[in-house]
């Protein structure tokens, strides 16, 4: 969604006259499909250990934009305007703090005290991560941002966006859809794999499943609605369930909880996947898993790339392993690849979208080099193995 709206917006500021008209290819309609559509929706540019990541606060400044384009027509998306990272070990407590010293506009310190009043989070201390930093609903948030795409592309001469649903074993059809258009660009996570649409040892990538539970709370209006908190797991809110009934409105809030790190083909048990989030989040908010209800179990595949120089960073250019000797699963002659962003989607798609939409428009990886001089390190890592 992040490169279809660049292509318009480059488009509708560079080349209003040019004809662009963009299909999206999908199993499923928007935001409801893969990893994204049970995310925990945590936007911010830190590390685990309170580092900004490579390009980190770029990239959240450009996340906002899509952000804000969307919430034109989905105010909802956007579930909190901050976030609470907290402390479990001293060590991990002195690294906040110099994430504090550092980086003050976008993380407040919060001492023991403060966090124990204010949010009734017990642990060492942590930050509240904001001007930006926020939290989002993300299946709300690409209903949105589709439908400003949409809008955009009426603004040039001639341009449309349309999201269109495909049979993930039509391979067949699939092609002969392909054909019709001047670029492609494969943009699935974990699907890219599953679907067989690229070679499995084409990219320098592992599949990581993720669990997580929601959990329903009745809606008391003498509480305070919980936060959400990040501390390697994290607490995340969801929207909440309103029911109608005699005239009066009920609702119940509802958060989520993850996620497991599952590298193995067999899952956790649910009962696994609850003992395990329980031990590491009870701490933080006793009250959801003593007074909440477990509504359900949600799964998740992330495509994790591996880690470089600059830690993990997106897969992003043009796909071509005719160079290498190996055959295409796609067949096309200008084919982009667009991938492996991982837990880190919300943070990196903005940046990473636009100067991929910027590359497809003038056809050329050079416009990825200016702003990323290694953007094809997943290349050289491959031709190395």
């Known amino acids: ?39 925990g929706g945590l936007m911010h540019p830190f590390s685990p250990r309170g580092k900004i990541i490579h390009f980190g606060e ?17 105010p909802d998306c956007v579930l ?43 642990c060492l201390g942590g930050l ?17 941002l589709l439908i400003e795409t949409v809008s955009k592309a009426r603004q040039l001469t001639s341009g449309n966006v349309k999201w269109e649903l495909i049979k993930s074993n039509d391979k067949e059809a699939l092609d002969q859809k392909l ?6 660009i494969m943009s699935a996570g974990s699907g890219l794999l599953h679907d067989n649409l690229v070679e499995e040892d084409s990219l320098p990538v592992q599949l990581v499943r993720g669990q997580s539970i929601e959990i329903e709370m009745a809606n008391k209006s003498d509480e305070k609605a919980t936060s959400a908190i990040l501390s390697g797991k994290y607490i995340s809110p969801l929207p909440s369930l309103t029911q109608e009934g005699n005239n009066s409105i009920a609702s119940s809030q509802r958060y989520v909880i ?16 609850k003992e395990e989030l329980r031990t590491r989040t009870y701490q933080l908010a006793p ?19 591996h880690r470089g120089i600059f830690g993990r960073m997106p897969i992003i250019g043009q796909y071509n392993l005719e160079a290498t000797g190996e055959s295409d699963i796609i067949n ?54």
Not at 63 to 74: F, G, P, R, Y
Not at 132 to 140: A, D, K, L, M, N
Not at 355 to 380: H, P
């Open 1 to 39: 969604m992040s490169t279809a709206y660049y292509l318009i917006d480059i488009a509708t500021k560079t080349r209003p006259n040019d004809k662009l008209h963009i299909t999206i290819y999908d199993i499923r309609n928007v935001g409801a499909g893969g990893a994204s559509a049970v995310a």
């Open 58 to 74: 770029s990239a959240l400044e450009m996340s906002k934009v899509l952000v804000k384009a969307a919430a034109k027509h989905k």
């Open 80 to 122: 909190r305007d901050h976030l609470i990272r907290v402390a479990l070990t001293s060590k991990n407590l002195a690294q906040l703090q110099d994430t504090a010293s550092k980086y003050g506009s976008l993380a407040t310190w919060l001492s023991q005290e403060d966090l124990y009043n204010n949010y009734g989070i017990d």
């Open 128 to 144: 509240k991560l904001s001007n930006g930093c926020q939290v989002i609903h993300v299946p709300t948030y690409l209903e949105g």
């Open 179 to 184: 054909k019709q258009h001047d670029s492609i």
């Open 258 to 273: 993850g996620a497991t790190h599952e590298f193995k083909a067999t899952p956790l048990t649910s009962s696994e996947v």
């Open 287 to 305: 009250h959801l898993w003593e007074e909440g209800k477990v509504d359900k179990i949600t799964t998740g595949v992330r495509m994790q790339s």
């Open 332 to 385: 096309h002659d200008h084919k982009w690849i667009f991938t492996g962003l991982s837990s880190r989607g919300l943070i990196y798609h903005g940046l990473f979208g636009k100067w991929l939409a910027n590359a497809v428009l003038n056809d050329s990886e050079e416009c990825l080099q200016n702003e990323f001089e290694e953007f094809d390190w997943w290349r050289r890592k491959q031709k190395k193995k």
